[in-house]
């Protein structure tokens, strides 16, 4: 006798909400289409459901995410670094306290006395059937970040080599689910044999039919859920092991909308716009923002930013805030909607040679009319860089473009081997931006505040 085995997943929504009631409908009418065949399944997500990007993430500091899980029948889900670094303590700490699912991450650990007791290492299943399933999950060691906020995420190698052998004992099938990004995902699977399935996520990559390497099939569904998983494993009850695996990604883009699903989101946008909506401030005159000109508000952020950390000096790109303000009252929620990005202020150690090279780069084409997408920024382009603490005098040759001239600190150039304290945003600190700012090997990192908390009080402090 053969049985078959369902696995639905989503990973790396980022709280694009537009595609949410079609995820919610096409997981609801799989699962009862597998209920009705007495088949066993389970929903799974893989982390980074939550960005606060959206104003529900931001408004209920991801709790709606968790109930709109419920609603759509979640089963496990396993925690992205958007659930891990971009909430107080306390707030991830309660996340999950409402949840209908259950929530497995190995490698995640308080560094505070207790641990929530929604934090499982090891989730078990059992198909309809009586086969025994394991699933462990894993995500992404960003400890720069996670030791600021009290918690610490255990070398993910490590943390399968401490639980894998129990799993074995215990499971017919090992399930991953890992928010981990593709490279790792690979790697695990030529290390360790017994694990059947990785379901990934993290980097967002789209695996239509799944991987396999060694013994393992390797599956992810992108971003944003415009696909979702499903993994069909074929277990022979009469040889008693796993003799089929199957992983697809499906295109459901031109699904119809679950109306339940699009109801609730009605409702909680209301409540986020109450949530939101409480005057922070009253300007008198709008505020001007442009992507490639210095102006007056990305000015006075930027001093913020330098005062705000204590560093000698400090540097951010004008294509943070994406739309005017008006004239008037001044909400949370304009706040959010002109500066949306999870993206912290944090302090790089620079030589003088460092930080004229930085200084160089930011003022290219290349640089300012890059459309980035990751990394945190949630812009359109990364815009003309504003400086606080430097003199910077430029030239424009005739190709049009503006080019470096000199940089002064304090009236004097730059001296090639001083260190140099320079705040940003925590966006240059990874990838190859600006690569003198990703290799820097001293950095400090400022959580839980986001740039638009600096925002908010450069707001009031110079403009009400």
């Not at 639905?8 to 995820?23: A, E, G, I």
């Not at 893989?46 to 990007?53: E, K, N, P, Q, S």
């Not at 013994?215 to 009469?238: Q, Y």
């Not at 930013?305 to 001044?330: E, H, P």
Request: include cysteine; glycine fraction near 6%.
């Amino acid at each position: 006798m053969k049985e078959r085995i369902y696995m639905y997943y989503t990973n790396d929504l980022h709280s694009n909400f537009k595609q949410w009631p079609r995820v919610a409908g096409y997981f609801k009418n799989e699962k009862a289409k597998r209920e009705a065949e007495h088949q066993s399944c389970w929903i799974i997500d893989i982390g980074d459901h939550l960005d606060r990007v959206h104003p529900i993430a931001e408004a209920f500091k991801g709790k709606a995410n968790v109930q709109l899980m419920n609603d759509a029948g979640y089963d496990i889900v396993t925690l992205g670094n958007n659930e891990g670094i971009t909430l107080a303590h306390e707030d991830l700490f309660h996340l999950y306290d409402k949840a209908n699912f259950q929530v497995v991450c190995s490698n995640l650990k308080s560094m505070r006395s207790l641990e929530p007791e929604w934090l499982q290492p090891t989730v078990h299943l059992q198909s309809v059937k009586g086969v025994k399933i394991g699933v462990i999950g894993l995500t992404a060691p960003f400890n720069a970040f996670y030791n600021l906020l009290d918690w610490h995420v255990e070398a993910p190698f490590h943390t399968l080599e401490k639980y894998i052998n129990e799993l074995e004992q215990v499971s017919d099938i090992i399930i991953l689910l890992s928010h981990l990004g593709l490279n790792e995902d690979q790697e695990i699977a030529r290390r360790f044999s017994a694990i059947d399935v990785i379901i990934g996520g993290h980097t967002h990559h789209l695996l239509r039919r799944g991987e396999e390497i060694n013994n393992t099939i390797i599956t992810a569904a992108g971003k944003h859920c415009s696909f979702v998983g499903e993994v069909i494993l074929t277990w022979d009850h009469d040889l008693n092991k796993l003799v089929n695996k199957e992983a697809y990604a499906t295109d459901i883009t031109h699904y119809s909308n679950d109306l339940q699903a699009e109801q609730s989101l009605l409702v909680l946008n209301k409540e986020a716009d109450r949530l939101l909506g409480d005057p922070i401030i009253h300007m008198e005159n709008p505020i001007e923002v442009k992507w490639f000109q210095h102006t007056e508000i990305m000015q006075k952020l930027t001093d913020t930013l330098k005062n705000w950390t204590n560093a000698d000096c400090a540097m951010l790109n004008a294509g943070l805030l994406m739309d005017q303000l008006g004239a008037g009252d001044v909400t949370f929620k304009d706040i959010h909607r002109i500066c949306p990005h999870p993206i912290n202020p944090c302090i790089v150690q620079l030589s003088g040679d460092e930080l004229l090279e930085v200084i160089r780069a930011s003022f290219t084409k290349e640089f300012t009319e890059l459309k980035l997408r990751g990394f945190g920024f949630r812009g359109e382009v990364l815009g003309r860089m504003i400086f606080s603490g430097l003199t910077v005098k430029t030239f424009t040759r005739s190709n049009g473009e503006e080019y470096v001239e000199k940089v002064t600190f304090q009236g004097e150039e730059l001296v090639k081997d001083n260190i140099y304290r320079v705040a940003t945003a925590d966006t240059f600190t990874f990838g190859r931006l600006l690569p003198e700012i990703a290799k820097s090997s001293t950095k400090q990192f400022f959580l839980p505040e986001f740039i638009r908390d600096l925002l908010a009080y450069t707001l009031v402090q110079n403009f009400a």
